[in-house]
């Protein structure tokens, strides 16, 4: 098992930045990717971006170049840098990872773009 916790989450003004981290523990062996998704009310959880172990990044193509990934596989720790953000991108996001062939999923995190 693997159990994942997010922090960084809060109320932002509309061009503002956020950076999220996801902390993994437990049984760790193998994480062969580490991610992060997000809910809106009403919508499906959609993929913002996503790492592999070798490092390659993956981004829903209307985040790129706002949105940064970057994981420390040391610490097991999957990062989100957010700049400009805008009231659109207000959701709960999700830190997420696979090992093994299972998908875990942290209990999310609440970002809120208002002024």
């Known amino acids: 098992q693997v159990q994942l916790v997010e922090s960084g989450g809060g109320l932002v003004e509309p061009g503002g930045s956020l950076r999220l981290a996801c902390a993994a523990s437990?049984?760790?062996?193998?994480?062969?990717?580490m991610g992060w998704y997000r809910r809106t009310p009403g919508k499906q959880r959609e993929a913002v971006a996503r790492?592999?172990?070798?490092?390659?990044?993956m981004y829903q193509d209307a985040l790129k170049g706002r949105f940064i990934i970057s994981q420390d596989k040391v610490k097991n720790m999957v990062y989100l840098q957010m700049n400009g953000l805008q009231p659109e991108d207000t959701a709960v996001y999700y830190c997420?990872?696979?090992?093994?062939?299972?998908?875990?999923w942290g209990q999310g995190t609440q970002v809120t773009v208002s002024s």
């Open positions: 437990g049984t760790i062996d193998d994480i062969y990717l």
């Open positions: 997420s990872v696979q090992q093994s062939g299972l998908q875990y």
């Open positions: 790492i592999s172990n070798s490092g390659r990044t």
